[in-house]
């Protein structure tokens, strides 16, 4: 009898054993399952661009190469031209940004022959987006607009022909660059730049270009 009790405890103690490690047992297969889904990328909207990888810009023409050290007066004002003869809207084709001898560049490059009426002044904050009225943030201390009528950044099918709408060069005077209109045939950028001084306007031919320098 005291064999069949010492053997029924024996088997009751192993069968309470086995259970236990069963229920504590980690669960990896949802830890797993958690990271593998912390390290997956998140889809991005397929109507959303990604503007923190600026598009490449075409290579600068010979007449936009580097170390011009030319000085020149230019003006704190505003400066502005109208080209009533344009046919039809310009495109904005490429927009770059270098520094220079002893100013920094921006260039606004066009599709055709002509360039379209231009308007050129140092605004103040807030800076706004012509279409939704938001504040668009810039760096530096004073924020040059340049503003394009006839023009537009974009395709007639409605794709943007100038991707990067925002960027941040970093050079020593221009500090941000940002598209804040492409609405009913005006396009304008500004630039934050470090202090507002003075600059100057440089129409360039094959392709239409305009270079705007700013004094360092």
């Not at 990896?28 to 399952?33: D, E, F, I, K, V």
């Not at 080209?83 to 599709?111: C, Q, W």
């Not at 360039?115 to 706004?128: A, G, M, S």
Request: aromatic residues 6%; contains cysteine; negative net charge.
């Amino acid at each position: 009898m005291r064999s069949l009790i010492a053997i029924f405890i024996f088997l009751a103690a192993a069968s309470f054993g086995c259970g236990g490690a069963t229920n504590i047992s980690p669960n990896t297969g949802s830890a797993a399952s958690g990271q593998q889904a912390a390290n997956s990328p998140t889809p991005t909207p397929a109507n959303v661009v990604n503007n923190s990888t600026p598009t490449a810009s075409r290579p600068a023409p010979a007449d936009e190469a580097e170390g011009d050290t030319a000085d020149f007066a230019g003006t704190a004002g505003t400066m502005e031209k109208k080209n009533p003869g344009i046919k039809g809207v310009a495109i904005l084709s490429d927009v770059r940004t270098a520094k220079h001898g002893n100013y920094d560049r921006m260039v606004f490059e066009f599709l055709g022959p002509d360039l379209p009426t231009y308007h050129i002044e140092y605004v103040d904050k807030p800076v706004r987006s012509c279409g939704s009225g938001d504040v668009v943030p810039l760096a530096g201390d004073g924020w040059l607009e340049v503003r394009f009528t006839d023009a537009q950044a974009h395709a007639q099918e409605g794709d943007a022909t100038i991707k990067d709408r925002q960027r941040s060069p970093n050079l020593p005077v221009v500090k941000d660059l940002k598209l804040t209109c492409d609405f009913e045939a005006e396009v304008t950028w500004v630039a934050g730049v470090s202090s507002p001084n003075k600059y100057r306007v440089i129409e360039l031919k094959n392709p239409t270009r305009l270079a705007v320098d700013i004094k360092r």
